[in-house]
């Protein structure tokens, strides 16, 4: 975990508390090489969400999940194949998490270390953040919205699944991007 008792950040908006992720508002998405030619996109509904915000942002903890059974690419026979032991093991390993180890400030970036765990394999992570603001609603809950990326190798999560194109290539690359569209509520 990263030591920030001597580094203070100064965020507008922000507030100290409990935020509670809204999954109404909220994503996790990906993208992976297809064929060596496009990307396939797909989303993952958000389970659940918790960030505590202590008075120094640079010692926020975050713990979030989401549902593999709810992956979606806009194709069903794929989302099936994704489910099964070839890829995420829905059934085995019904969530994907994180949980945070760490906050700095890099080169202007913010920065969230952390513990990403897909199909029971744990590895460390690190997502570039970008703060998309605060605002209360017009039922008066102050909101937080975010979104974060990073980089990871699936294989290295135990999703080795693959096959040969006979134009050379595998169907699917090695590299997926993770991007997290998050919206907070502060709770009372």
């Keep these: 975990m990263t030591d920030n008792t001597a580094q203070t950040l100064e965020i507008p908006g922000y507030k100290t508390g409990t935020w509670v992720l809204d999954p109404a508002h909220s994503e996790v998405a990906f993208s992976v090489r297809h064929m060596m030619i496009s990307k396939v996109r797909g989303a993952f509904g958000v389970k659940s969400g918790t960030i505590v915000a ?3 942002p640079l010692e926020v903890r975050i713990e979030a999940s989401a549902e593999t059974a709810s992956v979606d690419t806009k194709d069903e026979g794929r989302d099936t194949h994704l489910r099964s032991a070839d890829f995420f093991d829905a ?70 699944w693959n096959a040969a194109l006979e134009t050379g290539g595998v169907l699917v690359g090695k590299d997926v991007t993770i991007t997290l569209d998050l919206q907070g509520a502060l709770q009372a």
């Design 91 to 160: 059934e085995t390993h019904p969530t994907i998490d994180f949980v945070s180890q760490g906050v700095r400030v890099e080169d202007g970036d913010f920065l969230v270390d952390g513990d990403l765990t897909i199909r029971g394999v744990t590895k460390p992570v690190t997502f570039e953040v970008e703060f998309g603001g605060f605002g209360t609603d017009p039922w008066g809950n102050y909101k937080a919205g975010a979104t974060a990326k990073t980089v990871v190798n699936r294989e290295e999560f135990g999703l080795v």
């Design 54 to 56: 202590p008075e120094n």
